[in-house]
């Protein structure tokens, strides 16, 4: 019982940190939700492309592992910008439907192309971080670093968005998108903006997931739909929301996977939702759809 | 300062304003009036840009406002306090008034203007962390219109400052634009509150159904006959 | 339907007759079958419910058939009726809630999405009784020459299949055709616009809802079960999943949505881009057509959204001057 015990526990903080980074991926989605109100369906998908980005510039390339890290969000962040710029833009104006449709196609579009340029492999940076041992419990150091960091993040973010101009107009817009002109604010400008730190943060989401994850094409599926269930049960667009149900479902998938195989966590972490989805549509914290 | 030559705007299919040509002089307080629908609205929303002219003209201290994107019209000096007060609910009185200040200009000098506003009205100061979607309907428009002086405006467009405010607050609001009017501000107004705002103005314009139909110094519409029968009621 | 229409459809059927060979029977029946799918996908999707997720129902009614014959002998005859049902308790107990408290677009196409991976994640975690990654195929139970079983719905010949698919195609278009010309077409169009509107004309909104999503998810499970037996192969992947999901999707989007023949147009043209596109690399390349699909996709929603079959329908009123046809 004792040991039992232990593993255990050791499970719960593994979720504890594992919940650090779905809170970042949940971070990025809700955020560009809350201002330019679409959702970035190829979201997982553009965390694939910076665990690429990574892995090749580390492995193939031998550049610097934190180098490879600065390079892999910035090409994210860019990516998060074109999706915007090009694809989504375009589609603003129509049903919102059509935006569903389009960031829906890239989702596809990534995979495939994904497998069409690397190929189904599964890719490994090879670094095996040691554990850190506190009395029976064995922590990857990958885990921690990944969840301290994201914690990091999601506080500079936070400071961001409630100390600058921008930060303060980001919110702004969520609130009242039709007034944003008269304060000299363009609309555009802060939705290419959120487009590039949404991408950021997903860029960090992979630096931290490729540590600890093998990158193939497929990896979104991975973490999108649990993504995805997170944002829908804080709220669309509520980050505190969000943040919150994220540990939750760590902890779902983390004990789930303790109890039984890791694919059984997942399906726990999803017929939890449907029964949140029943009880409190309105997700956790309540706010307007 | 401020002039509209011979403008005409509308939604889709819809005229809304009709050839209106109108002024507003440097220092002075002006007032649209009208009753509802008349496109009083429409007619800040034309200045602001947040609306094109089908034909016609807006022009800032000479310069035309034709080719200007809305975003901009704050840096030629105008500032659009809009109706029904639009505060950002979730953001504090304080970050409602810092995103007034959110143009460059404005920036360097928002701690003056900061201190400036609160000194016009100390209320904001007391309740500056509190949310704005919380405070009372005097207190929001109150905040509004120190949003709207946050960037140093030569021009404050208000639209219906009374709309929705119990008689007591009005009383209060248009103290308000008189003191800001004291503190050298040009103003245009937009009201329906005819008796109230032709206390705090200079000239008016009446507007109906997207023509001016009459214009003057406030004492003489106030004692026009005209007004006085179809909206003063006497 | 006109005469030109009924003569086409007569001719179509004769051709399994005409000896043209294994080959191009398959070509004709995957299409058949997917178009089924694809337009019982697009009951839901014209009215605004997009549903990334009916890779699910397509997955149970695979999976749910297939293992029950597998591990149980059950015939499927009982076996699809049964794998139907699980698939509309699935589509009741995702839709109510959503339905109920009016969770549309991006909360609804969320939902669904997660839906059908964790299905996909279920059949790969029953491993051991699905087979995992690797799929399944269904117990043959043809032996010998025997060229059909009806209690396994199992046949060799293709001509055979011909005509299942066929019939299934056009009870697929009848009941798309049935649907549109009823109440529950313009309540759906309705609540489409306007849903408290609707709710205070009297339409039950949730109700609506439920049924037209009820009627997708079956039938589309029947297409599941009916490829299953078909192809005699299914593996979580290619009949289930987010990926699934969006194939068709983009088909029914490449087609044309709001029209009855724009799903099939869909099916006929990803199908055959797929093949050409193999044929002319010469072996299957990894993830091409599906890049291509994924690129399409996204460039039809910018410049096409109504499809191709919308986009022709539209440039043939223009042309005329009339009302388009609705897809006849």
């Known amino acids: 019982m004792e040991i039992f015990d232990v593993f255990l526990l050791e499970t719960v903080l593994n979720g504890i940190l594992f919940g650090g980074v779905l809170a970042l991926l949940a971070l990025g989605l809700n955020l560009v939700f809350g201002v330019i109100d679409v959702v970035w369906i190829c979201y997982a998908e553009l965390v694939m492309i910076g665990m690429y980005a990574v892995y090749f510039l580390y492995i193939v390339h031998h550049v610097p592992l934190l180098i490879a890290f600065v390079v892999g969000i910035a090409t994210v962040a860019l990516a998060g910008v074109a999706l915007h710029q090009f694809i989504i833009r375009p589609v603003l104006a129509s049903e919102p439907i059509n935006q569903l449709l389009v960031t829906g196609g890239m989702l596809f579009f990534l995979q495939a192309a994904a497998t069409l340029a690397f190929g189904v492999q599964f890719r490994n940076l090879g670094l095996s971080l040691p554990s850190v041992t506190l009395g029976e419990i064995m922590l990857p150091q990958s885990r921690i670093y990944a969840a301290g960091t994201a914690l990091v993040a999601m506080l500079g973010l936070a400071l961001f968005l409630k100390k600058t101009y921008i930060g303060i107009a980001i919110r702004a817009i969520s609130q009242d998108r039709a007034i944003m002109p ?70 779902l998938i983390s004990i789930g996977g303790f109890f039984f195989q890791i694919e059984w966590g997942y399906v726990m972490a999803f017929a939890f939702f449907i029964v949140m989805m029943f009880i409190r549509p309105q997700g956790l914290l309540g706010r307007k759809s | 300062m401020l002039e509209l030559k011979s403008v005409s705007a509308g939604y889709g299919s819809f005229q809304a304003l009709f050839d209106v040509s109108l002024r507003v002089e440097a220092g002075e307080a002006v007032a649209v009036i009208g009753p509802n629908g008349a496109g009083k609205t429409t007619l800040l929303r034309v200045i602001s840009k947040l609306m094109e002219v089908s034909s016609g003209e807006v022009a800032m201290e000479g310069v035309s406002l034709n080719a200007v994107p809305a975003h901009r019209v704050i840096d030629l000096g105008i500032a659009h306090v809009p109706e029904n007060r639009r505060l950002f609910p979730r953001l504090t009185v304080e970050e409602n008034l810092r995103i007034g200040a959110y143009p460059q200009a404005a920036r360097a000098r928002y701690p003056e203007r900061l201190e400036f506003v609160y000194s016009l009205f100390p209320r904001m100061q007391e309740r500056r962390d509190q949310l704005a979607g919380t405070l009372s309907g005097g207190e929001q428009q109150m905040c509004a219109i120190g949003r709207g002086l946050m960037s140093g405006p030569k021009l404050l467009l208000l639209d219906e400052p009374s709309a ?68 003063i009621g006497l | 339907m ?201 339409i039950n909104v949730t109700r609506t809802k439920l049924l037209i999503t009820v009627i997708s998810a079956a039938l589309t499970a029947l297409g599941g079960a009916l490829y299953g037996q078909y192809q005699l192969y299914i593996n979580p992947d290619t009949v289930s999943g987010v990926a699934l999901s969006l194939q068709i999707v983009f088909a029914v989007i490449a087609g044309g949505m709001f029209v009855q023949l724009g799903p099939t147009v869909g099916a006929a043209f990803t199908l055959l881009l797929a093949e050409g596109l193999r044929v002319a690399v010469g072996h299957e390349v990894h993830g091409l057509d599906s890049t ?14 109504h499809g191709i079959l919308g986009k022709v329908l539209e440039l043939r009123a223009r042309k005329a001057g009339a009302a388009a046809a609705a897809g006849d």
């Not at chain 1, 094409?217 to 991975?222: D, E, K, R, S």
């Not at chain 3, 139970?141 to 005509?163: D, M, N, R, T």
């Not at chain 3, 291509?292 to 959204?305: C, S």
Request: aromatic share 14%.
């Open chain 3, 292 to 305: 291509i699909y994924g690129l399409m996709l996204v460039l039809f929603i910018i410049y096409m959204p």
């Open chain 1, 182 to 251: 008269l304060m000299g604010v363009n609309p555009s400008r802060i939705y290419l903006i959120t487009s590039a730190i949404g991408g950021g943060l997903a860029g960090l989401a992979a630096c931290l997931l490729v540590l600890q994850y093998d990158v193939h094409p497929a990896i979104g599926l991975t973490f999108g739909p649990i993504t995805f269930m997170i944002c829908v049960l804080g709220g669309l667009g509520n980050m505190v929301g969000g943040f919150i149900a994220a540990f939750i479902f760590a902890q």
């Open chain 2, 164 to 231: 929705g405010l119990a008689p007591v607050i009005v009383q209060q609001v248009f103290g308000l634009v008189q003191k800001i009017r004291a503190e050298g501000y040009t103003v245009l107004i937009v009201e329906q509150n005819i008796q109230q705002v032709l206390k705090v103005v200079d000239r008016a314009y009446l507007l109906e159904v997207g023509r001016i139909k009459a214009s003057g110094k406030s004492a003489d519409l106030l004692a026009s006959d005209d007004i006085r029968r179809a909206y």
């Open chain 3, 2 to 202: 006109n005469r030109a229409a009924w003569i086409a459809l007569g001719l179509f059927a004769l051709v399994p007759l005409l000896g043209v060979g294994d080959y191009y029977l398959h070509i004709a029946i995957t299409i058949m079958l997917w178009s089924f799918v694809y337009t019982s996908w697009s009951l839901m999707g014209r009215f605004g419910l997009v549903s990334f997720g009916h890779g699910a129902f397509l997955g149970i009614g695979a999976y749910v058939t297939t293992m029950l014959w597998n591990h149980y002998g059950v015939t499927p005859w009982i076996g699809i009726p049964l794998a139907l049902l699980l698939a509309v308790v699935v589509a009741v107990l995702i839709g109510y809630p959503c339905f109920r408290f009016r969770i549309t677009g991006h909360y609804f196409a969320l939902v669904t999405l997660a839906l059908t991976e964790v299905v996909r994640m279920l059949i790969v975690a029953l491993r051991d009784v699905t087979g995992g990654s690797l799929g399944v195929t269904p117990n043959i139970a043809l032996a010998g020459g025997q060229p059909f079983s009806l209690w396994a719905l199992q046949f060799a010949h293709k001509e055979v299949f011909f005509y299942i698919a066929l019939a299934f195609w056009l009870f697929g278009l009848y009941v798309w055709r049935r649907i549109d010309g009823s109440m529950m077409r313009y309540a759906m169009e309705a609540i489409s616009q306007e849903e408290d509107a609707s709710e205070s004309v009297g």
